[in-house]
Every structure is written in C-alpha cells, then in structure tokens.
C-alpha cells in the first residue's frame, strides 16, 4: 500500500518584548528562578492582566509578513486546566478571534520544488512555568519566570507531505519571525518550540488519518528525525492490524523513537470562554499602516533581488537570505569588493565554515565585511591567489590585521612577474626530467604534479593561472 | 438536558473539587436547571444580534512594554507552603 503522510506543526515564537504580555516583569532568559515572577504572574488573589503594546504589535507585523487577514476585533479567551506550571488554572490564549488569520508562506525544497504552505492562524498567549522533577524530595520544583513571556503561536494548516518539507516550513518561519524583529529565534533557550501533527493514510484516500501530537522538538533535525520514526510507527501499527490513536507523544532523541505521553484531553476539556478580565482588543486600519511600513525588506524579496541584482543563483541567493545579518553582510561585501559572486561564495565555504566550526553568530564575526571586502579585491586585482586568500583569511580571523596588513606582513604577494614564474617552471622542469619526458610521450595527466611542485617551489605564491599558461607552453617546446 | 451522575463526576474532576457522593444528585439537579435555562435562551433568534465578547462597551487599553515589577520573591516565598533552591515546591507532578 502507498501511504501518504500528512504534517501540520504549531510553533511557538517568544516575543522580544521587555516585559510579559500581561505584566511589568521582565522576561530576560536565565534569571535566578522566580525573580522575574510578579503577583500577575503567579495568579495571587485581586490581579488583573493588562495587555503589552509590543506584543500586539509584533502579532501583527508577523501577520502583515504573511499576508494574513490582521483583525481588527481579536478576543482573549481562558483555556482552563490545571498543571502546576500555569498557577492560575488557566492560560490566557485566543481561541474563536485570534489576531491572525489566513496567511500563507512559500517554501522551497531542495530539488528546487517550491510549495505553498497555508497559516490557519496565530494567536497570542501567554507562556508557562517551568516544572523540575529533579531531585527534590519526592516533590517538583517550579520557577515561574517564564510564565507569563508573551508567545506567538502559529498554526499551518496540515499542507506538508514529508518531514523535508515540514522543516522547510519550519526554518522558512524561523528566518522570518528573526527579519521582523519579533523573536530571537534561539531554540537552545526555548524561544522557538515545535510541536508536529503527524498523520498517515493511503494516497487518494479524501479524509485524513488519526493525528498524533509529536510535543516540543527543539532543533530542526530533530523534527525531521522525529516525524520520520513517527510515520513509520503508524504504517507498521496500521499495517499489523492496529489502529493509531490521537495522543500526545513525546521524542526521545537517545532512542531515536516517540511514546506516549498521554490522551489528549478533548480539545472541549479546556472549556475555553472568553477572559472577562481583557476587553476585545480593536486595531485599525491606520495602525495597520504604520505596522506594515516598519516591515524590512521580506527574505523571499531579498532573494528575488539578490537573483537579479548580483546574478546569483537561486539556490545562493536562497541561503544568503536566510538570515537578515548575513544578507546584510553579504551585501556590504558584495558593494565594497565590487566582485558579488566571489563574495557570496567566501560567504557560503570559509566564512560560513568557520562560524560554524567555532559556534559563532555573523554578527560576531571576527572578519568584519569590509576586512573580507579588502581580501576580495587583493584577489580580483591578482595581489593574492585564492589558496593563499585562505591563508590570508585565517589570519585575519586570528586578529592579525586586515588583508594588506597580513599580504604584506607575511610576504604573501603572488608572483605575476612572468620571467620570475618562467624561472620556476624552468627549475621544476629541470629537476624532473623523467615526467617531463613521460608528459610529452602524452602522459598529459601529469600536468597536475607539475603545477603542485611549481606552487610549491613559489611557496603557494606564484600566480596560477599564468603557471598553467607556461607551463604549457613549456613542455609542449 | 440534564446531567448525570457521571457527568456531574467529571465536572467536579475538571474543576478539581471533592465532592460526597451523596451529594451528586442535588448537583445534578441544579447544574442540570441551569443547562435547562441557557436551552431557553438559546431559543431566542440571535441572528442580528453580534456575539458579545464583554459586557463592557470599550476596548482594551494597552499598557507601554516597560519593566515596571522588580523581585519580591523573598515576599512572595515567605507565603509558599514550601520552597527550595527559589523554586516553589509542590505534590509531584509527572507526565
């Protein structure tokens, strides 16, 4: 039988405000527990919630960038239940008039399919607690600091067909919600959760199959590894005869398997109605307005601009987008060095390589644009190589100076003075006679060793393209 | 509609409250009345009538995004039946 497997995710973005949605604490992350947990936020008697200005705003913004329907009449509702995490008993959410509604993303995959992703909604709410069931007697330990951090919750619609595309949706909405400026999007610290539905049923079948929740997986790969052993758990329990159960299941990474965590209550367990406390919230058009001319340029614009503009690929225009701070670097690069296509390939092997390799953001590169655009033209102009530019970039990255700086300090200036390179050739010839031979008996693949001893006779500094051209010339004589 | 003894239980279960067994059928009565009373109301034609999110006729008002609350947990903890490490300690809780 062919299965189809059907994915909707619910994110969960922090919001980048000072303070909670509903109060004056500050959500700065990894306080001392429950010094940032005010009367509002641990529910005590007589409090009442008083809705942050930022946090409406930004739920906005996110639904101006997806081209959604932003409300101008949104409600806030109590979604009751008890857990000691949320001590009032209930948590304040939306549920029949989110702020958001109808939006859509394009995603593309890696063969270059792109994909339209449907935003059933996004809604406001208010973040938990946190509950530590270490070691304390037989008992949990709560820190409310968390409670209360206002969160943007963002439900697709179940569009996505595999876990490749649901992580495309995934990091499409990541990079996004980073653009804008709403949310830090680190997903260590639990700025940006992601909870998957994940269902299956046989390919032309109308109806979908039963849903499992898969709760909180914390990384991309994670949600690709995930709902992969989520599906083949339910294509073998259907195909043995079972049936799949709507749950909620938890992943666990070590064991690369999902269990259950338990029953979903039914969705009329929490008895939403609307929070007497908060009156409707009422935005206008003219709001709207001003929201919407605050929008950066969009990644999906940027690309289409960088495709244009600099003449790069989709594929590199697409990941030099991803993030606001590296497009920018990019750019800044690509201006200063007038050489846009070797800046966006620095970009995506050392540049990127290395960032990666000592966990560093862009924005805290050591090698700043204008270093690397000062590296570029040294070899646009023919000063260096592009071997010896990684020489060159690693010492810049070690804090020895800009490229001038290092070019000269290290004596790394190409050779491009042909009677000198033509002496090297000489030299190298001479000193291999019995290749040479071989190579005009028609051995031409030995052209490659004479090339390297010629390098390596110029310590790397001989310019290489005229070596070849020499070289050529030489042992064809 | 009238509730019963099961339903009555799961109520009181949802909201966490203890109540006697003999006591059900009375609850079950009057939560059942109030049931009754809303299927009265609901026999109103509401049609041009819009859904009423708050009694109030007024919209919320937004406040600046401003820290304006600093620590006072040594107040707050000194009220908590138990607390340890600036956790609050309650009955084991597990998934």
């Known amino acids: 039988m062919q299965w189809e497997v059907v994915i909707g995710l619910e994110i969960h973005a922090q919001l980048m405000t000072n303070s909670k949605i509903f109060s004056g604490a500050s959500i700065a992350y990894g306080a001392e527990p429950n010094t940032q947990a005010c009367a509002v936020d641990l529910g005590l008697p007589g409090v009442l919630p008083v809705l942050n200005t930022e946090a409406v705003r930004m739920a906005a913004k996110f639904g101006l960038a997806i081209g959604a329907n932003v409300s101008r009449h949104s409600v806030f509702a109590r979604k009751n239940y008890f857990y000691p995490d949320l001590p009032k008993g209930y948590q304040i959410s939306q549920m029949e008039l989110p702020i958001v509604e109808a939006g859509k993303l394009e995603i593309e995959l890696k063969d270059g399919t792109k994909k339209i992703i449907g935003v059933t909604r996004a809604h406001l709410e208010e973040d938990a607690g946190k509950s530590l069931h270490e070691d304390y007697h037989g008992m949990t330990g709560i820190d409310l600091n968390r409670a209360g951090t206002p969160l943007l919750e963002i439900v697709s619609e179940p569009d996505m067909r595999s876990a490749e595309e649901a992580v495309a949706y995934m990091r499409k909405i990541h990079s996004l919600v980073q653009y804008i400026g709403i949310c830090d999007g680190n997903m260590a610290e639990g700025s940006f959760r992601c909870d998957a539905n994940v269902s299956v049923r046989p390919k032309g079948q109308a109806e979908y199959g039963t849903r499992a929740e898969l709760k909180n997986i914390n990384s991309f790969k994670f949600v690709e590894k995930a709902i992969n052993i989520e599906v083949e758990r339910q294509i073998d329990l259907i195909e043995d005869g079972g049936k799949v159960v709507q749950e909620t299941r938890l992943y666990d990474a070590d064991k690369n398997e999902t269990r259950s965590m338990r029953s979903k209550e039914e969705a009329n367990d929490y008895r939403y109605f609307p929070d007497p406390d908060l009156l409707p919230v009422v935005l206008d058009d003219e709001y709207l307005q001003a929201v919407k001319d605050t929008l950066p340029e969009l990644p999906d614009v940027k690309r289409d601009r960088f495709i244009e503009q600099y003449g790069l690929s989709s594929v590199d225009a697409g990941i030099l987008t991803v993030s606001r701070e590296a497009a920018d670097y990019f750019e800044k690069v690509a201006e200063l060095s007038a050489a846009a296509k070797l800046a966006a390939n620095w970009m995506m092997g050392e540049v990127s390589a290395s960032l990666n390799k000592n966990d560093l953001d862009i924005k805290d590169c050591p090698v700043s644009a204008e270093m690397l655009a000062g590296m570029l033209k040294r070899i646009e102009d023919n000063t260096i190589s592009g071997k010896i530019a990684k020489e060159v970039f690693e010492a810049m990255w070690a804090g020895d100076g800009d490229a001038d700086t290092v070019i000269d300090k290290k004596g790394l200036k190409q050779i491009t003075d042909s009677s000198a390179i033509e002496a090297l050739v000489d030299q190298v010839i001479a000193n291999n006679p019995v290749q040479a031979a071989e190579f005009k008996a028609g051995k031409e693949q030995l052209m490659g060793f004479f090339v390297g001893q010629i390098m390596k006779a110029s310590q790397g500094k001989a310019n290489p393209a005229q070596v070849n051209q020499l070289l050529k010339k030489k042992l064809s004589e | ?95």
């Open chain 2, 1 to 95: 509609m009238s509730l019963d003894a099961e339903q009555v239980k799961k109520i009181a279960h949802l909201a966490r409250l203890e109540i006697n067994e003999a006591d059900i059928p009375s609850y079950a009565g009057t939560l059942s009345n109030i049931l009754e009373l809303v299927d009265q109301m609901s026999a109103v034609n509401t049609d041009d009538v819009e859904p009423m999110a708050h009694p109030m006729d007024a919209n919320q008002r937004l406040r600046a995004d401003v820290v304006t609350e600093n620590n006072q947990r040594e107040k707050f903890q000194a009220i908590a039946p138990k607390t340890e490490d600036g956790l609050y300690l309650v009955p084991q809780v597990i998934e």
